[in-house]
């Protein structure tokens, strides 16, 4: 398949159902790793098999030492293919990012409107693998980055499901001050419990408030937290601030869509969660690469003892149990049902530049040129 430029990027593969892609692991061509040692980085090696050799006293596995990242690269309409902005996450490791992308583009999804096709999903990943039983950095570092295509995390299409959520409001993701605005593995385990307990209730999403005073919008286990309000024929994109927040760059383009693009005005401020229960809001929404623009049609709390009660300690470890329907408050967002306009708007701007449906203004897509297979091709030493 050719793209604008004569360059010929491989094909999605045969061996895929497309159709039914979910959001979930495959195996792929391989992965790219990189090995921090004797002060420092190696050569980009490319390694066919999944999985790698850490040894036993390593960091990463005793300690948590490890940072990741989450990236996407799209299929254009001509079939170019281009990764989405990874130039805000990690400059020095383009390249990587660029073989572990070409090596695999058989498996970047078949174009379709509004990315509803899917995406090549791309997981750069920082692990202190040098062995070191004290409580500090050891000597040697693995960067790897391995990829699988996926489909939406929460539905699939370009209807762009609406989830309802859950206000984890007794439930701390991360310290006040602490690691909240990174993308480190120990912020991200300690949820799996009481989201997992929140999906058995149907809510597809959960919401953490700030861990200091439990009063402030934080941001979803997933993704950030956007709102909007509108008065009159004025439109506000409402973007929580706080020192727990990840720094999106879904959020990023988001802002400046709704800013250059829309001619909305953009507040990054402090929100309340009582202005939610105020219904001061017309949307709420999610933005992250996982979860791409995800419109909340509703978010439920504890409207009791505003707590997710954690049962006593036993063999199995602690169990997190859900309050009672009746002590169950709903905010709904919109009609409670489907997509505000406003979320739509997002959704179809930002998709368009992903998959390069119209001019790339702000220069989000890498390479312009689009990648090939030959990327993949590593110089000799």
């Not at 490791?93 to 096709?117: C, D, H, R, T, W």
């Not at 601030?241 to 005005?265: D, F, H, M, P, Q």
Request: proline content about 6%; overall charge negative; glycine content about 8%.
């Amino acid at each position: 398949m050719s793209s604008s430029n004569g360059r010929i990027a491989t094909a999605p593969s045969q061996s895929v159902d497309w159709a039914r892609l979910g959001f979930k692991e495959r195996d792929v061509n391989g992965l790219v790793r990189v090995t921090w040692k004797d002060g420092q980085w190696g050569s980009i090696e490319i390694q066919k098999e999944s999985h790698i050799n850490v040894h036993a006293a390593a960091p990463c596995l005793n300690y948590g030492q490890q940072a990741f990242e989450g990236i996407k690269a799209f299929r254009s309409a001509t079939g170019s293919v281009r990764v989405f902005r990874p130039q805000e996450n990690w400059e020095l490791f383009l390249e990587a990012i660029k073989v572990a992308v070409a090596m695999n583009l058989e498996y970047v999804p078949p174009y379709q409107k509004n990315a509803s096709g899917g995406a090549l999903y791309i997981r750069p990943l920082l692990l202190a693998t040098g062995p070191n039983l004290l409580l500090g950095s050891p000597d040697e570092f693995t960067f790897l980055v391995w990829v699988t295509p996926v489909g939406s995390l929460y539905g699939s299409g370009a209807e762009i499901p609406a989830v309802d959520g859950f206000v984890l409001d007794t439930f701390d993701r991360t310290a006040p001050m602490g690691t909240g605005h990174t993308k480190l593995g120990g912020n991200y385990a300690p949820v799996f419990a009481p989201t997992a307990a929140a999906k058995k209730q149907g809510y597809a999403i959960t919401l953490h408030l700030d861990s200091a005073t439990h009063t402030y919008v934080d941001e979803f286990s997933t993704s950030n937290a956007l709102a909007v309000q509108k008065q009159g024929t004025e439109t506000t994109l409402v973007v929580p601030e706080s020192t727990s927040i990840l720094r999106s760059v879904t959020k990023l383009s988001v802002v400046e869509i709704a800013e250059k693009l829309c001619g909305w005005k953009v507040e990054l401020r402090q929100v309340a969660f009582d202005e939610l229960k105020q219904n001061r809001f017309g949307e709420l929404m999610a933005a992250g690469t996982a979860a791409g623009i995800t419109p909340v049609r509703s978010l439920s709390y504890n409207s009791h003892k505003p707590q997710l009660q954690h049962e006593k300690l036993s063999p199995e470890g602690p169990k997190y149990t859900l309050p009672a329907e009746n002590e169950v408050e709903r905010i709904e967002f919109g009609d409670g049902k489907t997509a505000g306009e406003c979320a739509r708007r997002l959704f179809d701007e930002l998709t368009s530049y992903q998959c390069g449906d119209q001019e790339d203004k702000f220069g989000w897509l890498w390479p312009a040129e689009g990648l090939v297979a030959e990327d993949a091709n590593l110089p000799s030493n």
